[in-house]
């Protein structure tokens, strides 16, 4: 499994690598610097508000079904119809109650074509995340890889278009930015539509209001998981928007630093969408979990750990190159954002771990403790320390979460990662910051200090064999597991 796993996850991550860092730094970044602050603030602010209900969007479905659906495939014609029927109508309330809570609260005032848009876009990104569940649960790894990308892909050919290949530059507003996405969003629907009714061949509408109550019983821990998340890890702009006087700029600052750090969780996150249907096939094989989980271990922290230091180290140097508006608080938000990131990173496996295993209630738990502790944290601190406290807040709270991911493996798989590889995991986290300082006595760019810092780090992790490059070489050309 793991030669399967190192694999398509080789193949997912080098096409998300040839694509999302194009949109993120050449389109998305000159969609902030062509916008400015204030507007690009707003839409950040806009588009965080649309996930406080994704709840009600999604239900829990796409999680609920990746896991069901990887050990009993067979269920994909059963479910699809019913679930995909049941998601029209949750589309519906949620566009709903969104847009009338926003209205009702003031938020976006004088925006509110823009906040209806971008929660269709939120509707369909809940349907193609549903549609590629099916995809990563039947083992059609390669096409869930392609559909990861579709929509950058097209993305990156709309916005070039409005952004440099139109004379007037007013053409280009929030609202053009809007409506790229959700072009691009439909023709994703319709490509990973397409494979799904392959399998199951024949669609239509069905109402079966006891099989839609089960899974509504189902996903209803799933339900109240995501919307725990949302409140930690999506409503920061939301909050600085509402206690701090100047939080539309502020929200705008801190999307500056946040867009990094999202980038970077892009592909934190790809792991989760291969490790949640593989960890539930080998619930039964608790060696080839442990195997699985160790690996994961290695490679996440690996990768996390070194863009952190890496980003933090040289954040301001990083942010001037891509900015033409920053503030003196902008390096201290990216900071506080990465130091949290390979804790986030870390929560993609073993929360999918707990997950595969049947544990949801678990975690609902610990979601609702990192979500009051957010809620108290926020009130308190943001209106004296603004942006930053939020991006402390939110570090911290990563780091309360995933070692208590920690400890509720051990209890309920009894895996922990071993001491000898916790060692070398806190190594790199040392050298990178013995490494900054050494660099600095070279006289050289601060671009070649950071390729010299990077090489460091990496050679360490080679020669302490925390990363095998034999082992990942061996399972590249690995035959026995086809998926």
Request: proline share 2%.
């Amino acid at each position: 499994m793991r030669q399967a796993f190192f694999r398509n996850l080789l193949f997912l991550v080098m096409i998300n690598l040839l694509i999302k860092p194009l949109y993120i730094f050449g389109i998305d970044v000159a969609v902030q610097n062509r916008l400015g602050p204030a507007q690009y603030g707003l839409y950040f602010i806009l588009f965080n508000f649309t996930f406080l209900f994704q709840v009600i969007n999604d239900f829990g479905i796409q999680q609920f079904n990746n896991t069901h659906i990887a050990q009993h495939p067979h269920l994909l014609k059963k479910y699809s119809s019913i679930i995909l029927s049941l998601k029209w109508g949750l589309a519906a309330a949620y566009l709903v109650i969104t847009v009338l809570t926003a209205w009702l609260k003031g938020i976006g005032e004088g925006y509110l074509g823009l906040l209806v848009l971008l929660s269709l876009n939120q509707i369909l990104v809940s349907l193609i995340g549903y549609l590629r569940s099916n995809i990563s649960a039947l083992g059609l790894f390669r096409l869930d890889s392609i559909a990861s990308v579709m929509d950058r892909i097209l993305l990156i050919g709309f916005c070039s278009i409005l952004l440099w290949g139109m004379q007037d530059k007013s053409v280009f507003t929030v609202y053009s930015f809007a409506w790229a996405q959700t072009i691009a969003y439909v023709f994703t629907v319709l490509f990973t539509g397409a494979i799904v009714l392959k399998h199951i061949r024949r669609f239509r509408f069905s109402f079966n209001h006891r099989l839609i109550l089960a899974i509504f019983r189902q996903s209803a821990p799933y339900a109240l998981m995501i919307l725990l998340m949302a409140i930690y890890l999506k409503m920061d702009a939301v909050f600085i928007s509402e206690l701090l006087p100047d939080g539309q700029i502020q929200a705008g600052y801190y999307a500056q630093g946040f867009r990094l750090f999202d980038a970077a969780n892009m592909f934190a996150f790809l792991f989760s969408t291969l490790l949640l249907p593989m960890f539930s096939r080998l619930l039964t094989d608790r060696k080839q979990l442990k195997e699985l989980a160790h690996f994961s271990f290695a490679w996440m922290w690996t990768g996390a750990a070194i863009v952190s230091i890496l980003f933090i180290t040289w954040r301001i140097q990083i942010l001037e190159i891509l900015y033409t508006d920053l503030s003196s608080i902008s390096g201290e938000i990216f900071a506080w954002q990465m130091a949290g990131f390979p804790a986030l990173a870390l929560t993609y496996i073993y929360g999918s771990m707990l997950l595969a295993g049947g544990h949801i209630w678990r975690l609902v738990k610990l979601y609702s403790m990192a979500a009051i502790l957010y809620l108290i944290s926020i009130f308190l601190i943001v209106p004296r320390y603004g942006a930053v406290g939020t991006a402390a807040i939110s570090c911290f709270i990563s780091w309360f979460v995933i070692l208590y991911e920690l400890q509720l493996v051990k209890h309920h798989f009894g895996l922990e990662i071993p001491r000898n590889e916790l060692i070398k995991a806190i190594g790199v986290i040392l050298l990178g910051i013995i490494t900054y300082y050494a660099v600095q006595n070279l006289q050289s760019h601060w671009a070649i200090l950071l390729a010299v810092q990077a090489f460091v780090l990496l050679l360490f992790v080679l020669i302490a064999k925390f990363l095998s490059l034999r082992e990942a070489m061996d399972l590249i050309r690995s035959q026995k597991i086809n998926i």
